[in-house]
């Protein structure tokens, strides 16, 4: 593993915070398909699933399919993309071209962009969620969360988690189309275990336990219950918070800025 001898750190002005943030912004708007992947994709799948089913129906535990089942799938599928795979691309093509090392001799120190990096993410997440709860509250009749504390906990831990796992992918990643393959691998596998290509139920007992073992699987559940006004299971709640922890640390020890 290459490592690099760091200069001590510095204060960094709030003038260069702002500059590298404005930067990151500027990466993320001029990669199209990273941009409207995550947000146009989740999106999508809304319309088609409020315009192919009663939405407004009621469900035996309480609350409307959209409310329910859809709005928590693709929530999480938004994190879970722009986590997973957008951003673990974006810090390997960021060592690709050199650009830790050169600011590994700066008071930026290389971490800071990871920073600037997970902010821009949570700029983009925050839209894709923002939209998809506007057209679903114009045209589906979608509400806000019962449970509101609930699903912003649950929300939190679910961010959280996926970082890690992106962070992880970037760490352990050689290049830029292996970081792109193995978030594309990791999204689908969580997708299909958790629920996102068809109803969770219909799988074996066993693919079950592991789907919801999984964050995404967990998180769905997990903000399926808040936006019904129950408390999200223990279980689930534990997944995201080990996920969030575990990947969080061998992220730190495995990434290399060089």
């Known amino acids: 593993m290459t490592t690099t001898t760091l200069p001590p750190a510095r204060r960094l002005p709030a003038a260069a915070w702002g500059q590298m943030l404005l930067a ?54 938004v994190v879970t993309l722009v986590g997973v795979v957008n951003m673990p691309s974006f810090l390997s ?22 920073v600037a990096q997970m902010a821009v993410s949570l700029v983009q997440i925050l839209l894709g969620v923002g939209l998809m709860m506007v057209i679903g509250a114009v045209f589906f009749g979608v509400t806000l969360p019962e449970g ?32 792109l393959a193995l978030g594309l691998v990791a999204f689908f596998l969580m997708l299909a275990l958790g629920g996102g290509l068809g109803p969770i139920a219909t799988l074996p007992q066993a693919m079950q336990t592991v789907g919801e073992a999984l964050p995404y699987g967990a998180g769905n559940a997990a903000l399926a219950a808040a936006w019904t006004g129950a408390q999200p299971e223990t279980a689930h709640l534990v997944a995201l918070g080990v996920w969030a922890v575990v990947t969080g640390v061998l992220a730190a020890r495995l990434f290399r800025w060089t």
């Open 93 to 114: 093509s960021y060592r690709r071209y050199g650009v830790l090392r050169r600011l590994a001799a700066t008071p930026a120190r290389p971490a800071l962009i990871l």
């Open 24 to 77: 990151e912004a500027r990466m993320i708007v001029r990669d199209t398909s990273g941009l409207i992947v995550p947000i146009g994709f989740p999106v999508l799948l809304l319309v088609m699933n409020g315009l192919g089913q009663d939405g407004e129906q009621v469900l035996p535990g309480g609350g409307t399919v959209m409310n329910a089942i859809i709005m928590p799938l693709t929530i999480s599928m």
């Open 148 to 179: 509101l504390g609930w699903a912003l906990f649950v929300g939190a831990l679910l961010l959280a988690a996926m970082y890690g796992i992106g962070a992880l992918v970037a760490a352990v990643a050689p290049t830029v189309n292996a970081a």
